[in-house]
T-cell receptor
Framework: DAGVTQSPTHLIKTRGQQVTLRCSPKSGHDTVSWYQQALGQGPQFIFQYYEEEERQRGNFPDRFSGHQFPNYSSELNVNALLLGDSALYLC?????????????FGSGTRLTVV | AQKVTQAQTEISVVEKEDVTLDCVYETRDTTYYLFWYKQPPSGELVFLIRRNSFDEQNEISGRYSWNFQKSTSSFNFTITASQVVDSAVYFCALLGGSNYKLTFGKGTLLTVNP
């Protein structure tokens, strides 16, 4: 049973560029959340997608946007990259209505902005 | 607002020692859920335990045990007879009743030396 898969695993981008990160949820899960984890910090919630809509958003600027597809996979897009966007981006999935059971996390995409 | 505090930034022990990781939380929700995750160097967050606010029973799973005390808003995690493989960053997290986002602490880096 495949868990949460994320791609790519590593990425290097230049300031001002745009990036797209991808996530496939665990089988049976239909809700996808994205988190940003800066070095030495805990993950910070970016947003959650359910039924192809953004259900809740954290304290992140509009440069961060997302999408969920009918097969429940999701993309995270970041525009106008800043050096401060360098972080590990984690995707987490959960079954619908089952957020209280916690989330299954992927291994993340490590984004470096130079 | 929800907040999770892990006051211990780093802990270093020798193999076979017992170690306790502290977690203090703040929330106004009467229904909430607490979690512990382990993050090895690979980056993936590995689920360890979930506890809801109505269940204050302590739990033991092998060498792991958890002590939940609502009176002090604490949810501490103890590893008995630590092993080198326990070396990782451990995160405590909170999910508020009507919220979809996990609020994480900053994590505790545990190093178990042989």
């Amino acid at each position: 049973d495949a868990g949460v898969t994320q791609s790519p695993t590593h990425l290097i981008k230049t300031r001002g560029q745009q990036v797209t990160l991808r996530c496939s949820p665990k089988s049976g899960h239909d809700t996808v959340s994205w988190y940003q984890q800066a070095l030495g910090q805990g993950p910070q919630f970016i947003f959650q997608y359910y039924e192809e809509e953004e259900r809740q958003r954290g304290n992140f600027p509009d440069r961060f946007s997302g999408h969920q597809f009918p097969n429940y996979s999701s993309e995270l897009n970041v525009n106008a990259l800043l050096l401060g966007d360098s972080a590990l981006y984690l995707c987490a999935s959960s079954p619908s209505g089952g957020s209280s059971y916690g989330y299954t996390f992927g291994s993340g995409t490590r984004l470096t902005v130079v | 607002a929800q907040k999770v505090t892990q006051a211990q930034t780093e802990i270093s022990v020798v193999e076979k020692e017992d170690v306790t990781l502290d977690c203090v939380y703040e929330t106004r929700d009467t229904t909430y859920y607490l979690f512990w995750y382990k993050q090895p160097p690979s980056g993936e967050l590995v689920f360890l335990i979930r506890r809801n606010s109505f269940d204050e029973q302590n739990e033991i799973s092998g060498r792991y045990s958890w002590n939940f005390q609502k009176s002090t808003s604490s949810f501490n995690f103890t590893i008995t007879a630590s092993q080198v493989v326990d070396s990782a960053v451990y995160f405590c997290a909170l999910l508020g009743g009507s919220n979809y986002k996990l609020t994480f602490g900053k994590g505790t880096l545990l190093t178990v030396n042989p």
